[in-house]
């Protein structure tokens, strides 16, 4: 029986690899989908989306100045501590403020051509972040009334930004598929699938709002008018796909 065995065994060997050569190259015949020589479109989509602004940022500024750096930091600590002191007086949380810088440098003349030091010049800026834009006018007249020399700018913004930027993409995505179907109906194509989509980042922020004021006297001075308008918040995409 073993020698049976032992003459059959090459006959089987060769039907396996013969049934093998033959699997190997029915694949080998069938075709292949090969995407990137497939005709495709290419088209840009924009959009925007517009919102009423729910949360403001308002950076106030103090300054002194002194013959001594110690004495004109002392000063104006003194100074934003009572700024910070009346903005919690109308209920703006601690957490709502933020120190954003704290500089102390020199300060030259120039007599004669020579450079001659005169003094110190201590400043402190924060920035408040506030949920009711209605207030906006009310801290930046608290501020200065407590001796804020300066208010820089004014930054509208929303409480759920993400929410409008998806917004935004979602039309944009829209837009560039609405101009992938014209090209390819403009060819006598239609779109088939779509491959990629690219979003293009941008600066999502708005400007803020350049603002200086002096200091005044605010119990003989008007509110400060403050009118936030709307944010605009734009998206743009890249879109691939191809057409059949």
């Known amino acids: ?7 059959t065994l090459p006959v089987l060997l060769a039907s396996i690899s013969f049934a093998l050569l033959i699997t190997s190259a029915a694949m080998a ?14 088209t840009n989509g924009s959009a925007m989306v517009q919102r009423v602004p729910d949360r403001a940022y308002v950076r106030v ?4 100045r002194a013959a001594a750096p110690k004495e004109a930091q002392a000063q104006n600590a003194k100074t934003m501590t009572a700024v910070r002191d009346r903005l919690k007086a109308i209920g703006i949380a601690d957490t709502a403020i933020e120190t954003l810088s704290i500089e ?3 300060e030259f003349d120039y007599v004669s051509g020579r450079q001659k030091l005169r003094g110190y010049l201590a ?7 506030l949920d009711d834009i209605a207030r906006v006018g ?5 501020a200065v009334g407590a001796g804020a020399t300066s208010v820089h700018d004014v930054r509208f913004d929303l409480k759920d930004r993400a929410a409008a930027e998806r917004e935004a993409l979602k039309a944009a995505v829209a837009d560039a598929r609405g101009r992938a179907e014209a090209l390819a109906v403009g ?9 990629t989509i690219e979003e293009h980042r941008q600066d999502l922020f708005p400007p803020p709002r350049p603002m200086m004021l002096a200091r005044a006297d605010t119990a003989e001075s008007q509110p400060t008018p403050v009118t936030p308008g709307q944010i605009e918040i734009r998206a743009s995409v890249t879109l691939t796909a191809t057409i059949k």
Not at 29 to 38: H, I, M, Y
């Open 29 to 42: 015949q069938e075709p292949q989908r090969d995407t990137r020589r497939e005709p495709v479109v290419t």
């Open 187 to 195: 060819a006598g194509r239609a779109i088939d699938r779509i491959v």
């Open 61 to 64: 500024a103090t300054e002194a």
């Open 138 to 142: 009310e801290v930046i007249d608290g």
């Open 104 to 106: 102390l440098q020199p």
């Open 123 to 129: 400043r402190n800026m924060i920035e408040v972040r």
């Open 1 to 7: 029986m073993l020698r049976t065995v032992m003459k």
